[in-house]
T-cell receptor, first 113, second 115 residues
Framework: NAGVTQTPKFQVLKTGQSMTLQCAQD?????MSWYRQDPGMGLRLIHY???????DQGEVPNGYNVSRSTTEDFPLRLLSAAPSQTSVYFC????????????FGPGTRLTVL | GQQLNQSPQSMFIQEGEDVSMNCTSS?????WLWYKQDPGEGPVLLIA?????ELTSNGRLTAQFGITRKDSFLNISASIPSDVGIYFC???????????????FGTGTRLTVIP
């Protein structure tokens, strides 16, 4: 049982490049989410999903796309990276969201030049 | 978005001392959570609080859900070096309101324990 896994661990992009951050969980959780963590700002919710085929926007969704074709995977896409997207990105999952315990992945540190 | 103000921003304490930190919100929450983040890792849940006035302990950690439902407190007793990290509060908005079912995080308290 690996929990929540994220790849890559580190990534450097140039402005305008696109990429996908991968997130997978093996706990059969319905709820998955993406956060970004910036200095002095805590974690802010980007997008979330309450089950396969269902996604919704969080607090800071602009510049990011998500899809949820399977229960296990929840990739985050940056279509045209900008320096303002330099951050640490965390994926999390829980049984059903809400009061259920969220388990976080180890994070992806992204730098956009 | 929701504003959760966490204080202090950072603390430097001697090993063995007690620590207190708190979190306040402009909105009412129906759940308060406290997480710890070690360097290079994701946050890990320490304590969950589900009703106003609730006081819950987890080893040397004690947290309280404020009566107004707009604040929460975390205390760590007899600190040890492995307590080093960033502590985050997080809250859940009651169902039926914008943002319900999603967590809102505080800005974090960075704790340094001096041996």
């Amino acid at each position: 049982n690996a929990g929540v896994t994220q790849t890559p661990k580190f990534q450097v992009l140039k402005t305008g490049q696109s990429m996908t951050l991968q997130c997978a969980q093996d706990m059969n959780h319905e709820y998955m989410s993406w956060y970004r963590q910036d200095p002095g700002m805590g974690l802010r919710l980007i997008h979330y999903s309450v089950g396969a085929g269902i996604t919704d926007q969080g607090e800071v969704p602009n510049g990011y796309n998500v899809s949820r074709s399977t229960t296990e995977d929840f990739p985050l896409r940056l279509l045209s990276a900008a320096p303002s997207q330099t951050s640490v990105y965390f994926c999390a999952s829980s049984q059903a969201g809400g009061r259920d315990t969220q388990y976080f992945g180890p994070g992806t540190r992204l730098t956009v030049l | 978005g929701q504003q959760l103000n966490q204080s202090p921003q950072s603390m430097f304490i001697q090993e063995g001392e007690d620590v207190s930190m708190n979190c306040t919100s402009s909105s009412i929450f129906n759940t308060w959570l406290w997480y710890k983040q070690d360097p290079g890792e994701g946050p890990v849940l320490l304590i969950a609080l589900y009703k106003a006035g609730e006081l819950t302990s987890n080893g040397r950690l004690t947290a309280q859900f404020g009566i107004t439902r707009k604040d929460s407190f975390l205390n760590i007793s007899a600190s040890i070096p492995s307590d080093v990290g960033i502590y985050f509060c997080a809250g859940l908005i009651p169902a039926g309101q914008p943002g319900a079912n999603n967590l809102f995080f505080g800005t974090g308290t960075r704790l340094t324990v001096i041996p």
